[in-house]
T-cell receptor, first 112, second 114 residues
C-alpha cells in the first residue's frame, strides 16, 4: 500500500512565525511532489510543486525535498491568519500511468 | 479565463436515485480526474481519463460511472449501487506529458443523499 503520511494537527503558530508542515511517503519511485492549500468547504488549490532534492522558494513558501529520507516539507514564513487552512501533501508516481496519492492533510491555525 | 467548472455546487438526492455531476475544463488539459473527499480523509481517486473515449478505474470506482466524449468534459454518475454516496466530489485536470502534471481542481460538488 503506497502511503502519504501527514500529522493531522492542528498546528498552531502565532502571526509572523514560521509554520513547518511535514510529509513522508512510502514509495521510493515517487518523482513529483505537490502542496495544496484547502480552506474549509473549498477545493484544494495548488501552491507549490517540487521535483528535485533541495529547496524551492516561491514568495513566503519554501518546499523542501529529501528523497533519501522520503520526506517533503513546506515552510510558510511570516505566517498570516489568512494562511489558516488544511495543507495537503500529494505525491505522484511516475509509473507510466497516472497515480497521485494525497495525504489527509495538516490543519494549520495562525493566531493573530 | 481558464479553469475548471463543476455544477451544481450542492446536490440533494433521495436514496435509490442516480445523479450526474458535471465537470468542464477549458485549460486544454488531456487528463481529467474525479476524487471523493470525506471529512478528515485524504482525496480518494474514483476514475481518471487520459484521452477522449478512454478512462480507467481508480481506487473506489464501485457504484460510479463516467464518460469522456469530449476533451473538455468528464461527467460523473453516482449510481444507486454506491453504498455511501454523501461526500464532497472534486474534479481535476492536468497535462499528461512530462513532469509537470500537477493537477488543478474545480470548486467541487457537495452531494447529500438521504
Amino acid at each position: 500500500q503506497k502511503e502519504v503520511e501527514q500529522n493531522s494537527g492542528p498546528l498552531s503558530v502565532p502571526e509572523g512565525a514560521i509554520a513547518s508542515l511535514n510529509c513522508t511517503y512510502s514509495d521510493r519511485g515517487s518523482q513529483s511532489f505537490f502542496w495544496y492549500r484547502q480552506y474549509s468547504g473549498k477545493s484544494p488549490e495548488l501552491i507549490m510543486f517540487i521535483y528535485s532534492n533541495g529547496d524551492k522558494e516561491d514568495g513566503r513558501f519554501t518546499a523542501q525535498l529529501n528523497k533519501a529520507s522520503q520526506y517533503v516539507s513546506l515552510l510558510i514564513r511570516d505566517s498570516q491568519p489568512s494562511d489558516s487552512a488544511t495543507y495537503l501533501c500529494a505525491v505522484a508516481l511516475n509509473t507510466g500511468g497516472f497515480k497521485t496519492i494525497f495525504g489527509a492533510g495538516t490543519r494549520l491555525f495562525v493566531k493573530a | 479565463d481558464g479553469g475548471i467548472t463543476q455544477s451544481p455546487k450542492y446536490l440533494f438526492r433521495k436514496e435509490g436515485q442516480n445523479v450526474t455531476l458535471s465537470c468542464e475544463q477549458n485549460l486544454n488539459h488531456d487528463a481529467m480526474y474525479w476524487y471523493r473527499q470525506d471529512p478528515g480523509q485524504g482525496l480518494r481517486l474514483i476514475y481518471y481519463s487520459q484521452i477522449v473515449n478512454d478512462f480507467q478505474k481508480g481506487d473506489i470506482a464501485e457504484g460510479y460511472s463516467v464518460s469522456r466524449e469530449k476533451k473538455e468534459s468528464f461527467p460523473l454518475t453516482v449510481t444507486s449501487a454506491q453504498k455511501n454516496p454523501t461526500a464532497f466530489y472534486l474534479c481535476a485536470s492536468s497535462r499528461t506529458l512530462g513532469m509537470g502534471y500537477e493537477q488543478y481542481f474545480g470548486p467541487g460538488t457537495r452531494l447529500t443523499v438521504t
